[in-house]
């Protein structure tokens, strides 16, 4: 599964490359999945899979007996909301050197929201980590995560300080467990709603600022949710774009 995943990881990461060289002055449809798997030294099934992946993004999109086709529009988003990435990814993505700061990490009684979202049980342990990511100079967005402590020893909690691993990575490492699929909703917040966010975004408070709040909870293989996290982005930094396929069927109203 590990092998099969990193495969298509490389496959994308080619073939979304190739895109990106393509001269959409000339045309913008792709060569036929024969030619791309010869290309790409794969199988059509795993093709196939990734022009899946692709055209769920909205960057390509397929016409019946025609082929498949490069979504041009889709080369310009650099912030895709729909695709998900590690946050000091998107922030190279934009051009600058991420710095990511702990503002620390927290043991505490699981509240009514941490409760629902991570099935917990009320006044369950659950570790808090929270972290500043700046774009350069500018902060970009902070990020709250929680999970369950479970059997977490306090010498693996206190790992989680080292920045250059998120906490997927820690979980990963000492759970097993992968997010494989979220659920994401996403709100308009100011910072007098939520002044948690004043010292990280260097401000005193008097000012009112709006920030995008991104509330995410992730699953695991067995879609058990083991994630919650609250984001809040500085959209003058990171401006996020979705791109979506339309495909409502127009019915005739005479």
């Not at 992730?218 to 495909?247: A, C, G, L, Q, W």
């Amino acid at each position: 599964m590990g092998q099969e995943s990193s495969l298509k990881r490389q496959v994308k990461k080619q073939l979304l490359e190739y895109m990106q060289s393509m001269d959409f002055r000339k045309g913008n449809r792709l060569p036929s999945e024969e030619k791309l798997s010869i290309m790409l030294g794969v199988s059509r099934v795993t093709l196939r899979s990734v022009l899946k992946e692709l055209e769920m993004e909205g960057r390509v999109f397929s016409r019946h007996g025609s082929g498949t086709y490069v979504n041009p529009m889709a080369q310009k988003v650099v912030f895709n909301l729909a695709v998900p990435e590690l946050y000091e990814n998107i922030i190279r993505k934009g051009g600058a050197e991420p710095d990511i700061r702990l503002e620390g990490i927290f043991i505490e009684k699981a509240g009514e929201e941490a409760v629902s979202s991570l099935n917990a049980v009320p006044g369950e342990e659950v570790v808090v980590v929270k972290k500043t990511f700046f774009a350069g100079n500018a902060f970009a967005l902070y990020c709250i995560d929680y999970f369950l402590r479970e059997q977490l020893s306090r010498e693996q909690i206190q790992s989680f300080s080292k920045t250059e691993f998120s906490s997927f990575d820690y979980l990963f490492q000492y759970k097993g467990r992968k997010a494989v699929w979220d659920t994401l909703r996403i709100q308009t917040v100011t910072n007098s709603q939520f002044p948690e966010i004043n010292g990280p975004a260097g401000l005193s408070g008097e000012e009112c600022r709006s920030f995008l709040l991104l509330k995410g909870i992730n699953y695991d293989k067995t879609d058990t949710p083991f994630i919650y996290s609250h984001t809040y982005v500085d959209t003058e930094v990171i401006e996020y774009n979705m791109i979506r396929r339309k495909d409502y069927r127009y019915e005739p109203f005479y």
